[in-house]
């Protein structure tokens, strides 16, 4: 704590704020720097990811983790932490780019949204193993933080190794002008010879891909009205997911349960158990995700965030003041429904719907406004179900070279966009 003087006083004062307890920017500064870098790095990672390959990138990706890794485990001063931070949220960048990509080109289109999801799945595995970390080394006085945030170089080493042993997708190669070997790569990967249908597709598609691309640029593609609906659900849909203020309570987990009064040890295993909760739910997503459908996930979760968010902030509201913490019952009835919570986000928005403009400033969010940062949260929630409910239409099923027919033309906002559409120019879109 010698980098957080001030946080480390605060927490000690008998009459501090509790929802102010951990109010400061540096401490902002360290968590946010890596979502930041994240941000930055994801505009260039797609063009990286064209030009280097879905394979280099990845190995980029495990490159920079390491070396932030090695600088957090190893740093001296706050600058050195941040400069750590900033590394691995480069590689979150690429990592995000790089890999569901890849997995999105090797997967058959019957399974492609499950396989999509053991990315996410992953994702909460880490976070679940980082909190059993951080709980275990907690009790080393001096350099349990050094094992916490040095331990994230072991799976960028296993990452390192493994984008060593792949090879690139068949997509990759046929861009490439390799379509024998993207032949070959794709016999390998279905374990059969009789390929020849998506072998005709994915070449089909790269040599239409290329020749829109050499017509016009695909940055100004997106200016295109055809180009609309997709282009504002993929961004519409990135900004809700943050706003449901999962990333502020998964990241600062036992702050909020020191917040709410418990003992440091017993704040990281309360969130241990969300991380498990997060893990066990994203296994849900994997199963029903092709049988439910994306639209019915997400609809059924906002409804269960906001209930669950509704009633943490009035229990909150009641029970937390600024000096006192609420009782123990009440304490554990807030970790219960903040797993409920968690387990609505991780079978919909989690793996369905990345970086957190709200996380970055949670804890002065909290300190301003107490009890009703869940009430804010609550809000933006029904406002996501809306936008499911009326603009988001059902992709279950349907392969990609047929959405402009079975999905935008046939939905009641979106078709006016492509009704004096030309099909040779859309049918990449």
Same mark, same amino acid.
């Given at each position: 704590?010698?980098?957080?003087?001030?946080?480390?006083?605060?927490?000690?004062?008998?009459?501090?704020?509790?929802?102010?307890?951990?109010?400061?920017?540096?401490?902002?500064?360290?968590?946010?720097?890596?979502?930041?870098?994240?941000?930055?790095?994801?505009?260039?990672?797609?063009?990286?990811?064209?030009?280097?390959?879905?394979?280099?990138?990845?190995? $980029?990706?495990?490159?920079?983790?390491?070396?932030?890794?090695?600088?957090?485990?190893? $740093?001296?001063?706050?600058?050195?932490?941040?400069?750590?931070?900033?590394?691995?949220?480069?590689?979150?960048?690429?990592?995000?780019?790089?890999?569901?990509?890849?997995?999105?080109?090797?997967?058959?289109?019957?399974?492609?949204?499950?396989?999509?999801?053991?990315? !996410?799945?992953?994702?909460?595995?880490?976070?679940?193993?980082?909190?059993?970390?951080?709980?275990?080394?907690?009790?080393?006085?001096? $350099?349990?933080?050094?094992?916490? @945030?040095?331990?994230?170089?072991?799976?960028?080493?296993?990452?390192?190794?493994?984008?060593?042993?792949?090879?690139?997708?068949?997509?990759?190669?046929?861009?490439?002008?390799?379509?024998?070997?993207?032949?070959?790569?794709?016999?390998?990967?279905?374990?059969?010879?009789?390929?020849?249908?998506?072998?005709?597709?994915?070449?089909?598609?790269?040599?239409?891909? $290329?020749?829109?691309?050499?017509?016009?640029?695909?940055?100004?593609? @997106?200016?295109?009205?055809?180009?609309?609906?997709?282009?504002?659900?993929?961004?519409?849909? !990135?900004?809700?997911? !943050?706003?449901?203020?999962?990333?502020?309570?998964?990241?600062?987990?036992?702050?909020?349960?020191?917040?709410?009064?418990?003992?440091?040890?017993?704040?990281?295993?309360?969130?241990?158990?969300?991380?498990?909760?997060?893990?066990?739910?994203?296994?849900?997503?994997?199963?029903?995700?092709?049988?439910?459908?994306?639209?019915?996930?997400?609809?059924?979760?906002?409804? !269960?965030?906001?209930?669950?968010?509704?009633?943490?902030?009035?229990?909150?509201?009641?029970?937390?003041?600024?000096?006192?913490?609420?009782?123990?019952?009440?304490?554990?009835?807030?970790?219960?429904?903040?797993?409920?919570?968690?387990?609505?986000?991780?079978?919909?928005?989690?793996?369905?719907?990345?970086?957190?403009?709200?996380?970055?400033?949670?804890?002065?969010?909290?300190?301003?406004?107490?009890?009703?940062?869940?009430?804010?949260?609550?809000?933006?929630?029904?406002?996501?179900?809306?936008?499911?409910?009326?603009?988001?239409?059902?992709?279950?099923?349907?392969?990609?070279?047929?959405?402009?027919?079975?999905?935008?033309?046939?939905?009641?906002?979106?078709?006016?966009?492509?009704?004096?559409?030309?099909?040779?120019?859309?049918?990449?879109?």
């Amino acid at each position: 704590m010698d980098d957080f003087p001030a946080v480390y006083a605060r927490k000690h004062r008998a009459k501090e704020n509790n929802y102010c307890k951990f109010d400061d920017q540096r401490l902002q500064l360290f968590t946010s720097s890596l979502y930041l870098a994240a941000l930055a790095t994801s505009f260039g990672a797609s063009m990286v990811c064209t030009r280097f390959g879905r394979k280099r990138t990845m190995q $980029a990706t495990s490159v920079f983790f390491l070396i932030g890794a090695g600088l957090c485990a190893g $740093a001296v001063n706050i600058v050195m932490l941040i400069i750590g931070r900033i590394s691995l949220g480069v590689g979150v960048g690429f990592g995000n780019q790089a890999a569901p990509l890849f997995l999105s080109e090797i997967t058959p289109a019957h399974i492609r949204g499950a396989l999509n999801i053991l990315f !996410q799945l992953n994702v909460t595995i880490g976070i679940l193993v980082a909190n059993v970390v951080n709980y275990y080394t907690s009790n080393i006085h001096s $350099a349990g933080w050094r094992y916490s @945030l040095g331990g994230a170089g072991v799976p960028a080493a296993v990452l390192f190794l493994g984008s060593l042993i792949i090879t690139e997708t068949p997509t990759r190669l046929v861009e490439r002008g390799h379509c024998e070997a993207g032949r070959a790569m794709l016999e390998r990967i279905r374990s059969t010879k009789e390929v020849d249908d998506e072998f005709d597709e994915i070449k089909s598609a790269c040599e239409a891909a $290329a020749a829109l691309c050499a017509e016009e640029k695909p940055f100004r593609r @997106l200016r295109r009205r055809e180009s609309r609906p997709p282009l504002v659900i993929a961004i519409v849909m !990135q900004i809700f997911q !943050q706003f449901t203020g999962i990333n502020a309570i998964m990241f600062y987990a036992p702050v909020l349960f020191q917040t709410m009064g418990f003992e440091s040890n017993a704040s990281l295993l309360s969130a241990v158990v969300i991380g498990g909760v997060n893990v066990v739910s994203t296994l849900v997503s994997i199963i029903f995700v092709d049988k439910i459908g994306r639209r019915k996930l997400l609809l059924e979760a906002c409804v !269960q965030m906001l209930i669950a968010q509704v009633t943490v902030g009035g229990i909150m509201w009641v029970h937390v003041k600024a000096n006192n913490s609420p009782s123990h019952p009440w304490a554990l009835a807030i970790v219960v429904l903040i797993c409920v919570y968690v387990s609505s986000f991780a079978w919909s928005w989690g793996p369905l719907g990345w970086l957190d403009p709200v996380g970055d400033a949670f804890l002065s969010m909290m300190c301003t406004m107490k009890a009703f940062i869940f009430f804010f949260f609550a809000i933006c929630i029904v406002i996501m179900g809306v936008f499911v409910l009326t603009l988001l239409p059902e992709t279950k099923g349907v392969p990609i070279d047929e959405m402009v027919d079975r999905v935008w033309r046939r939905h009641w906002f979106w078709k006016r966009y492509f009704s004096d559409a030309d099909d040779a120019k859309i049918s990449n879109c």
